[in-house]
């Protein structure tokens, strides 16, 4: 397998040494503070956020990764075997290229097209190379490139100007004059972005699989990055052709793909002047109940995927292939606005297009590639379950816990990039941080995406389509995004709470009710027995119930409620000591049960506290008393129903 171009945009030692020690750090940090009782039974809801959800998804990229190593230890080279005993006998009777550039430095403008000239003369094969160009500048950039190589006789360059509305009415047009010259039975056509750079022997080692493979629609290939940026940058970029490799790979077994990838993609000819195929790259568009119709402004790689997988075609990713990109964010001074950016765009382009060829149904792509679709819906949702229900635990049930998902991100996505590294061939620590960003920011954007997917932008061209005309239709639109958005993250808010319990603990039913006591609760005790009787019976084990601050009343029926039963849990019951402290009026049936400091009976009024606490003794069980203050009194109710007559 060949090896990635030496000069591919990686941190520096400085950088990655720095995040070493930052990593340890943490991990000493999280180590120190972690709460013992996270691995207990009792911690079920934090199980649920770090464990149930996370063993399904991770489960799922294990399928992906150990059909990923099949794909690239024993399926792909015989198919590498069987390209190159094609090359060696027969070849494409013609090629045909089609460049895409829109305001590149000339600098870049150079690189690309010397080294696909370069290309183009060693393959041999007869070419035509339009170049879809946006202004004279790249006219002499691509003069200069064929003085240079002495204007080879197997080449012939076209030029064509861009209208300046993007990308796919410019692909339309090569098509249409590509489809006027009648393509030779099995030529090819390629199509390229004009920041993309061929590295020796892509066409040889590439094209050949079309004369092994009749059924094979189309192809695409490794990518690399040269960044100009910083190395967060430069990894973020490297990260994600990691994870690119990994799932290309997954799906070259099922003959699919998931996107042909506009940098580098090559296509059989006859079908890519096919009126139906460039009538999708120019036109593709979308019917929804809320958008109405609207076009697509990116996304072409999506469209001639679709028209392809829709169609029966065979689809494959050459992993010892590489094209290097010249990246660069939109704006280089700022990581995360670029990156959400990009990432909106790109997420975009997949919601659009995923929700039809779901509905496609599993028969023209197989069961694993219907499925992946079908996850990339579910992940975005799946992955906020994480994040969400440990803020849950964290605010509502310990605050320590933050230190144990730390843990478990630096676990799991630990283990993920060391995967990724395997093979990709490298690694770098930045990996850690920067694969959490892209899968909680990414979900948390694609659910952004989803409710909105109608607004579109290009931040190269500076052209954004999909929102309506008039301005009030285009508030109404915002709001009701909004409104559903809101809403689908609440009923998962909602599910999460009811799911893990996280909200359900008796110490906030008791401050409810503090709260509604109000002023009155020490000139009229409030009857506290059946309150008091479900938190002491449904509280953890070995818990302690905060009573609420004020006057509370207490007779026989808790007693009552409580003899014989099995499931008491509490072992205390503290009181508010602050300015407010608890009373409980008990009546002598009660105060019968209690046992003061001294273990004496409780007399007309008792302070306990914790230096000597009380005890009330139910059974075998005891609960102790603490900054309570027990007056003995009688129950107006309990004497009425004494003394009622017949």
Known sequence: MSRPPVDRSVASGVTEFTTLALVLAMLVVVIIELPSEVFSPESKSFFFAIGAVGAWRYTWWL???VRSVWYNRRLFPRLRAEADAAAAVSSPPELYVLCTSYRIDPEV?????DAL?????????????????????????????????????????????????????????????????????????????????????????????FQADPDLGALTTNNSAIVTGGDATREWYDLRYAQRHLVMSSLSVSNRLLV??????????????????????????????????FKFLSGDDKSTWYWLLKNGWRMRYLPDVYVSGFEELPDRRRFFASTTDLMRRWYGNMLRTSNRAI??????????????????????????????????????????????????????????????AWQRGRYSLLWIPLIYYNQVWGAILKTYVSFRFNRQKWSRQGISAGEPDDPVAVRRQRAVGHVLHGFAYGVLLFALILTT??????????????????????????????????????????????????????????LDSLEG???????????????????????????ASIEGPAGEPVGESTLCTPEANCALTLDRQRLSLVNVRLRVEADPIMEAVATAGP
């Open 501 to 558: 319990g996280v909200l359900q603990p008796p110490d906030r039913m008791s401050l409810a009710i503090a709260r509604d006591m109000g002023g009155e609760r020490a000139a009229t005790p409030e009857n506290a027995n059946r309150w008091l009787s479900q938190v002491i019976t449904t509280l953890p084990e070995g818990s302690t119930v905060q009573l609420p601050a004020g006057h509370l009343r207490v007779n026989e029926a808790l």
């Open 260 to 293: 042909l990838t506009g940098r580098y993609s090559a296509f059989r000819a006859d079908l890519a002047v096919q009126p139906d195929f460039i009538d999708l790259v120019e036109n593709d568009h979308v019917e929804h109940w809320r958008f109405g119709k």
């Open 109 to 113: 403008n150079f690189r690309v097209y």
């Open 63 to 65: 399928v992906q990764a």
């Open 359 to 420: 509905a496609l149904g599993p028969r023209p792509m197989g069961m694993f590639a219907w499925w992946s679709l079908v996850d990339q819906r579910l992940s975005m949702w799946t992955t906020l379950i994480g994040p969400t229900v440990a803020t849950l635990v964290t605010l509502f049930v310990r605050p320590s816990f933050i230190f144990a998902y730390l843990l478990w991100i630096l676990f799991t996505r630990g283990i993920a990039t060391l995967i990724l």
């Open 117 to 209: 000239v370069r290309e183009l003369v060693d393959y041999g094969v007869p070419t035509t190379l339009f170049a879809s160009i946006s202004d004279r500048t790249d006219v002499d950039v691509i003069t200069h490139v064929l003085d240079d190589h002495g204007w080879p006789d197997n080449v012939e360059v076209r030029y064509m100007f861009q209208k300046g509305d993007g990308k796919r009415s410019a692909m339309a047009e090569v098509l249409r004059a590509i489809s006027r010259r009648l393509p030779e039975p099995g030529a090819l056509l390629i199509s390229m972005d004009g920041d993309i750079r061929l590295e020796p022997g892509t066409l040889s080692r590439s094209l050949s699989f």
């Open 565 to 591: 039963s099995e499931r008491i849990r509490a072992v205390r019951l503290d009181g508010d000591n602050g300015g407010h402290p608890t009373t409980l009026a008990l009546t002598p049936g009660v105060a």
